[in-house]
Nanobody, 124 residues
């Protein structure tokens, strides 16, 4: 069982930055894949970014490429999502998720554990 806890959400003006954190309860997270998704009001979950923890490869949705960066800290069992040049359309609840296998996945069905989410609001 892996528990994931997100933090770092908030309200920011367009063009601003936020860094989200996802703390994992188990050291075994180091052999997994982790992803960030978001859900805006009235919309389905949208893939944002993924990281293969072991080989540190990353993958991004086109909508955030060049603005967002996913990274991980081994010592803290934590994954980060640095979000720069935020836009109003980035407003959503952001979730981190882990898959109990290595790789880079953009489908929700590939992930086994989910955090509770953190709200990001970008004002124009």
């Amino acid at each position: 069982q892996v528990q994931l806890v997100e933090s770092g959400g908030g309200t920011v003006q367009a063009g601003g930055s936020l860094r989200l954190s996802c703390a994992a309860s188990a050291r075994t997270i180091r052999f997994y894949s982790l992803g960030w998704f978001r859900q805006a009001p009235g919309k389905d979950h949208e893939f944002v970014a993924a990281i293969d923890w072991y080989v540190y490869s990353t993958f991004y949705a086109d909508s955030v490429k060049g603005r967002f960066a996913i990274s991980r800290d081994n010592a803290k069992n934590t994954v980060y999502l640095q979000m720069n040049n935020l836009k109003p359309e980035d407003t959503a609840v952001y979730y981190c998720a882990s898959a109990v296998r290595r790789g880079l996945y953009r489908s929700r069905s590939e992930y086994d554990y989910w955090g509770q989410g953190t709200q990001v609001t970008v004002s124009s």
